[in-house]
């Protein structure tokens, strides 16, 4: 079946680290997005890709970063910058990523804690 | 930044009862989304509405995209405890449609009491 995996399902970062959420699609879809969720609050957008070897900042990209090397996998790095990186983070990708209605398929997310 | 307004926050509703939720935005809306969130998990597409004035049916679940383009409801038919979760709206401004970039409300906590 296609879909969207991400991986780990939980990680624990002490302060300092840098860490690298993974997320892979094989649905063969162009735009791929990385959202962070806190409690209370509706998605806030960090990167998005339209097409391979390229991305844009959101409205969050401090103390994150990406890269889109390959279509199917568009990782997300949290590095040391990021004053609270505690949260529920959402990969999602989209068929259409320029032009037109665009609908989000999403991961089943990662939770990255800060120890 | 965030432009949508979702309400209400949250419902705490018996089974059986109806259940009714709305977006709206100061903003004019070409694409209104709307996504069910069950806890630890990626938000799933209920709906998705392309026309003003569109009425569009799922189930229990119904949606329309307001006539001025700057709203959205969702309603629930007799309810049930599978319906607990999270819901969220999400629009595609007018004008955005070369970016691809969805706006979300803050979403609205559903639980039912058997």
């Known amino acids: 079946d296609g879909g969207i995996t991400q991986s780990p399902k939980y990680l624990f970062r002490k302060e300092g680290q840098n860490v690298t959420l993974s997320c892979e699609q094989n649905?063969?879809?162009?735009?791929m997005y990385w959202y962070r969720q806190d409690p209370g609050q509706g998605l806030r957008l960090i990167y998005y890709s339209q097409i391979v070897n390229d991305f844009q900042k959101g409205d969050i990209a401090e103390g994150y970063s990406v890269s889109r090397e390959k279509k199917e996998s568009f990782p997300l790095t949290v590095t040391s910058a990021q004053k609270n990186p505690t949260a529920f983070y959402l990969c999602?990708?989209?068929?259409?990523?320029?032009?037109?209605?665009?609908?989000?398929?999403f991961g089943a997310g990662s939770r990255l804690t800060v120890l | 930044g965030q432009q949508l307004n979702q309400s209400p926050q949250s419902m705490f509703i018996q089974e059986g009862e109806d259940v009714s939720m709305n977006c709206t935005s100061s903003s004019i809306f070409n694409t209104w989304l709307w996504y069910k969130q069950d806890p630890g998990e990626g938000p799933v597409l209920l709906i998705a509405?392309?026309?003003?004035?569109e009425l569009t049916s799922n189930g229990r679940l119904t949606a329309q995209f307001g006539i001025t383009r700057k709203d959205s409801f969702l309603n629930i038919s007799a309810s049930i405890p599978s319906d607990v979760g999270i819901y969220f709206c999400a629009g595609q401004r007018a004008g955005s449609s070369n970016t691809g970039k969805l706006i979300f409300g803050q979403g609205t906590t559903l639980q039912v009491k058997p």
């Open positions: 649905l063969n879809h162009d735009a």
């Open positions: 509405l392309y026309k003003a004035g």
């Open positions: 999602a990708s989209s068929i259409k990523g320029g032009t037109g209605a665009n609908v989000l398929t």
